[in-house]
């Protein structure tokens, strides 16, 4: 008797489970962005929102809630209800880094979150302005070992992807460079425009556009091969340091506990949106790849990245209390 009650129990969760799947959604999903609106990750999840409603009639809510280096948006979608009408857009800095930035973290990564898909990645772009001498990543290389810490690289902030794909740069290239950290990419493209500063790192999103327009000049993107929008950019790894290879990337997660069906439905949907051409093109426009895949290859990333980026944090000494 135990046993068939049991089984029944099982029996009617399942039921219900797959009912819930095969009606969701029957309401707005939200989607937090853990950023101000108009940057890089806001654009990404509007445009894959967009194109996800399109396809279904799915309607989504863009929310954007900044603040602690997108802990706080990431955190409070961790207390949501898993119920799949909430979503976070969190990328490489809240999901992989911050575990070993902040010395106290209001969530954890792995055990809080259900991974739904890998939307896209970024590469990051080496700059200076157009009157520096630099002229390739190969006149900072020597300028740097003729004169330790004499040149200056800004990154938007202490313990940023940016920061620490600097730092990775310099043990590659066995220099040493003055790190200026700043509040955001705003101030910091002034400098560099303007000459107050050698050198800065930042997504391709954020600075394609001072690119394109000439305002700065592009001396190497740091993902293994070339960006297609700056095909005439060679990559760090092309550059002479074979395996370098750093992005930032982009990626939906529910709260954990969330129905593994309801996840595939989402994850479904996802891809279907990132293999069409038209939405590959506006993100390649933001000089954003896109990617897709499982929630198992996403939640493999995650679990990879946490323990590469942690030892670049221990590292470089960086620390957020």
Do not use: C
Not at 65 to 82: F, H, I, L, R, S
Not at 211 to 226: N, P
Not at 263 to 271: H, Q, R
């Amino acid at each position: 008797m135990l046993l068939n009650r049991r089984t029944l129990v099982a029996f009617f969760a399942l039921a219900a489970a797959t009912s819930y799947a095969q009606t969701y959604p029957n309401r707005p999903i939200r989607v937090v962005v853990p950023f101000p609106a108009g940057g890089g990750t806001d654009i990404i999840a509007r445009e894959v929102t967009q194109k996800v409603t399109s396809a279904t009639g799915w309607v989504f809510v863009v929310e954007n809630k900044p603040g602690a280096a997108g802990n706080m948006g990431v955190d409070m979608v961790v207390k949501a209800p898993a119920d799949g009408y909430t979503l976070v857009l969190g990328q490489s800095s809240n999901l992989a880094i911050s575990p070993a930035l902040y010395a106290k973290m209001p969530y954890d990564a792995v055990k809080d979150l259900a991974p739904v898909v890998q939307v896209a990645n970024a590469p990051f772009v080496l700059v200076t302005g157009t009157s520096a001498p630099y002229k390739t990543l190969a006149d900072v290389v020597k300028a740097a070992k003729a004169k330790p810490r004499h040149l200056n690289f800004a990154s938007p902030g202490n313990g940023t992807v940016a920061h620490l794909t600097g730092e990775l740069l310099q043990s590659a290239a066995g220099i040493k460079m003055q790190h200026v950290p700043y509040k955001g990419a705003a101030q910091a493209l002034t400098d560099v425009v303007s000459g107050n500063v050698d050198l800065y790192l930042g997504s391709v999103p954020t600075l394609i556009g001072q690119i394109r327009q000439g305002k700065m000049r592009s001396l190497a993107v740091t993902s293994a091969k070339r960006v297609d929008d700056l095909p005439e950019v060679p990559s760090i790894n092309e550059s002479g340091y074979k395996g370098f290879d750093a992005v930032t990337w982009f990626g939906l997660l529910a709260p954990a506990g969330t129905s593994k069906d309801v996840i595939a439905k989402l994850n479904s949907e996802f891809n279907k949106a990132l293999s069409q051409s038209d939405l590959r093109k506006k993100l390649s426009d933001q000089g954003a790849i896109p990617v897709g895949g499982s929630p198992e290859q996403f939640s493999s990333l995650i679990k990879e990245d946490i323990v590469r980026w942690g030892q670049v944090v221990k590292q470089s000494g960086a620390r957020i209390d």
